[in-house]
């Protein structure tokens, strides 16, 4: 008679509550710093006065 080892792997499918919490945690930090942004006008956009100037290189004189 021949000696069979067999491994039995039990696996419950549920892991530490940690991740999840990770996972709120960092919605909230997000979802806070949007709201933070927004009352002290950085996500408003605004009115901007922006001018910009551009000078052109003038070609050189024609020689004949």
Same mark, same amino acid.
């Given at each position: 008679?021949?000696?069979?080892?067999? %491994? +039995?792997?039990?696996? +419950?499918?549920?892991?530490?509550?940690?991740?999840?919490? !990770?996972?709120?945690?960092?919605?909230?930090?997000?979802?806070?710093?949007?709201?933070?942004?927004?009352?002290?006008?950085?996500?408003?956009?605004?009115?901007?006065?922006?001018? !910009?100037?551009?000078?052109?290189? %003038?070609?050189?004189?024609? %020689?004949?």
């Amino acid at each position: 008679m021949s000696d069979k080892n067999d %491994t +039995t792997v039990v696996h +419950t499918g549920s892991s530490g509550g940690a991740g999840w919490f !990770v996972a709120v945690v960092i919605v909230l930090l997000v979802a806070g710093g949007g709201l933070y942004m927004y009352q002290f006008g950085a996500l408003s956009g605004g009115s901007k006065d922006v001018n !910009v100037e551009i000078k052109l290189p %003038t070609p050189p004189a024609a %020689t004949e």
